[in-house]
């Protein structure tokens, strides 16, 4: 099925955030007709400017929590694409929320697009779902040992997608992204992620702060490729009923992204500053993409130096606009506020 085609209306939930508003910008540029739900707890108005300015995009503010505003916003979509969550280190302090919105939320889509006959429904969820696993490269077949509520609501809703392929036949796919860094990535609250926490400080002239020793890893995708790889796996007919992995295929230890951070701000005279782990942080995250490049022929485009490079420009800009957003950093930034 093609996605990016003009004929198509494609909801996306989570559409202002991080990851959502890039997909939106993707599917706007393809010149497809799209709806973005989201609550705006965790999104921007602002991600959206470019992609609203196209005359294709309309922003509906609501919840997915509620099961009449799901059904409303699905009404007449052919596609949707699943992104709007609650993220980890909310979960840490506010569990309760993160099952609502990850798993019951997820539940209240599929039964709207099954209503609806939705032609596609991508589920977006997670490489947290891995946990503790202990295969590496991690591919699509490894056990799943969520360590956090988060990994296991969006584990959930993984589950509750498949089932309605299997019960009702929705035509789901389901996709586990790795960590995506870039543009819009959150600095602030409990949504803050290392990449930009990393450059503010380092901007500000203040060291990284690793929490543990530095050397449990990531896998980094640069955002934008992020988002046409999720347009190229929804294309892709052969995935319908499957899951499929989405990262570079590369690890990095986080102290040695400290380092590349310093390097690439200028500040090799500070040094990457340890303190106490998170709890449930994941040990180590490094995707095996063979099976996302056999069913799609899709690589990534920006290596992670280039991706640092275009990233630390943006937080430059969002740092001389705003120094005082360091305030809005909390250093432990998993506990309750
Ligand atoms: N950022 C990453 O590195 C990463 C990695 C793997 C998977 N993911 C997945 O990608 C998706 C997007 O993540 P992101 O990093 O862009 O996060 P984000 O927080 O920027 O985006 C999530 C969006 O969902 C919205 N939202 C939250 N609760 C809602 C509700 N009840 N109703 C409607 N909207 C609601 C938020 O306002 C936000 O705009 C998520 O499903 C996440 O699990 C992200």
Redesign the pocket.
Known sequence: MQIAHPQNRVLV?????????HLTDVLATAGCHVTV????????RE?LTDALATGRVTLVV????DAA?CERAVAGQDVIF??????VRASLHDPFSNH???AL?SLNLLAAARQANIRRFVY?????VYGKALTFPLTETATTWPTTV?GGS?LAGEHYAAAYHQCYGLPVIRI??????GP???FEGD?G?VIPRFMLRALAGQAPVVFGDGQHTRDF?Y?RDCAEAMVRIAETDGLVGDLVNLGYGEETPIGELGRLVLAATGRTDLQVQHEADRPGDVPRLWVDPAKLRNATGWRPRTSLAEGLRITLDYYRRIYAKNPGCLAQMTARNWEKA
């Open positions: 939930t989570g559409g202002a955030g991080f990851i959502g508003s739900l989201d609550n705006l707890v965790n999104g921007r991600n609501g919840d997915i929590t505003t699943h992104l709007a969550c609650l993220g609502q919105v990850n939320g977006i969820s997670t490489s947290e988060y969006k586990r992204p790795f960590n995506n860094y819009r990535a959150h949504s992620e995708l955002v």
